[in-house]
């Protein structure tokens, strides 16, 4: 039941440097094909449209610096929580969310498609590490990667594991308690990408010309229509509540400074100041409440839970807000979004119809040992899943035309 162990035993491996269990899982994900190939997958804008905006490679990596930090200002496992924030989004398909919803439509046959649950197949059964394991990570870092440790249900579009991964994840769960509670350094991946998320994707957008500040902070009608927005798809709280938080983020001098970004150098000081303040200003306040309420002592695993003071998570909601309203909703991306579903979606069913010959060899060989039809289908899902934005058109273009 250790929170070393393995769920295939691997035998005894010294380095001679004194390398940790938890070290070890970090080397195993950093240098994992499904890593390398977050590079060309899409975080909020299309991967390859513009070399300043985020990707899941870079998302990836600062989920992992900010949840390594708060972490270990908590007492985790530095590695422990790293792990989980360097892996978090391995099994994202192309095109972001908006592929996630696709493939989830065609993959319904088979009990959906939902990015987190994909993960864990990605880092239990997808990666070529260790036969029948996938890359054979500790419990304690398969179980900080379970954002959502749950099967799927009606009352959520999220859920953390398929149904033919049980076994694996009923393993890393043994030592956590009844129910479906998070551990400690999973609420902290969980957070820090929300801090990620939230605040870079609003420094792209401004970057990039889709966000401007100006009028938001000019029009009370367009703030109250944000509020709602958030309430909507973001948070429980009542545009009410959220106008207050809103009121409080728009009169900061930080966030007002880029109001007027214009690319120069002055700007892009001022929007990466913003960036850093309130990255920092949201991780410390989860820190400062945690401790309050726990203590200074090492926290890890289940010793205790995130707290989160609740100005700051509204703040960070709107954050979020803020990239769906003006940069996912932006004249063009309807009619971009449609055409993304398109593709994943006839390739799916191509793939289907030409499986093994075009699928790549690992997948092939997984096609040709499943079960049913039901179990094809989630090899043809998992190959799809696995491409990045620029192959699954080339893909797209060999296989549909």
């Known amino acids: 039941m ?15 440097y004194g390398r940790t269990q938890f070290e070890r899982d970090r080397a195993r994900v950093l240098h994992s094909a499904g890593f390398r190939r977050l590079a060309a997958k899409t975080q909020v804008h299309t991967a390859g449209s513009d070399d300043f905006l985020r990707t899941r490679l870079t998302h990836s990596l600062e989920v992992a610096q900010i949840s390594r930090e708060m972490g270990a200002r908590l007492g985790c496992d530095p590695d422990v929580v790293d792990v989980a924030g360097l892996a978090h989004d391995l099994g994202h398909p192309p095109f972001g969310h908006n592929g996630e919803d696709a493939l989830d439509a065609v993959a319904r046959p088979c009990g959906g498609f939902e990015g987190n649950a994909q993960t864990l197949r990605v880092l239990t059964r997808l990666e070529a590490k260790v036969p029948g394991a996938g890359l054979n990570l500790t419990r304690a870092s398969l179980d900080a990667c379970s954002k959502y440790p749950w099967q799927r249900r009606v009352s959520s579009r999220k859920f953390g594991v398929y149904a033919d991964d049980l076994p694996v994840f009923t393993w890393l769960r043994a030592t956590a308690p009844a129910g479906e509670r998070k551990c400690l350094e999973a609420q902290v991946m969980d957070w820090a990408d929300d801090v990620a998320y939230s605040v870079h994707d609003v420094e792209d957008g401004i970057h990039g010309g889709y966000l401007r500040l100006g009028p ?70 989860a820190v400062g409440a945690t401790t309050s309420r726990y203590g200074t002592e ?90 990045t934005d620029p192959a699954a058109v080339a893909w797209h273009r060999e296989h549909v035309g």
């Open 216 to 285: 938001l902070l000019a029009d009370a009608d367009e703030r109250a229509e944000l509020c709602a927005d958030v309430a909507a798809t973001y948070s429980d709280e009542t545009p009410d509540l959220l106008r207050e938080a809103l009121d409080l983020l728009l009169a900061d001098e930080l966030v007002r400074a880029t109001a007027g970004y214009d690319g120069t150098t002055g700007a892009q000081i001022a929007l990466k100041r913003m960036t850093s303040v309130l990255t920092g200003r949201f991780v410390a306040s």
């Open 298 to 387: 090492p926290m890890r695993r289940y010793a205790a839970d995130l707290v989160v003071p609740r100005t700051v998570r509204n703040q960070c909601a709107l954050l979020k807000g803020m990239a769906l309203r003006y940069v996912m909703r932006a004249d063009g991306a309807a009619q971009r979004y449609e055409r993304q579903r398109e593709i994943l979606t006839t390739l799916v069913a191509a793939l289907c119809d030409r499986a093994p010959g075009a699928l790549d060899p690992m997948f092939a060989e997984m096609w040709d040992t499943a079960a049913d039809d039901a179990a094809r289908l989630r090899v043809v899902v998992d190959q799809v899943a696995s491409l």
């Open 2 to 16: 250790s929170d070393a162990a393995r769920w295939v035993p691997e035998p005894a491996k010294d380095s001679g």
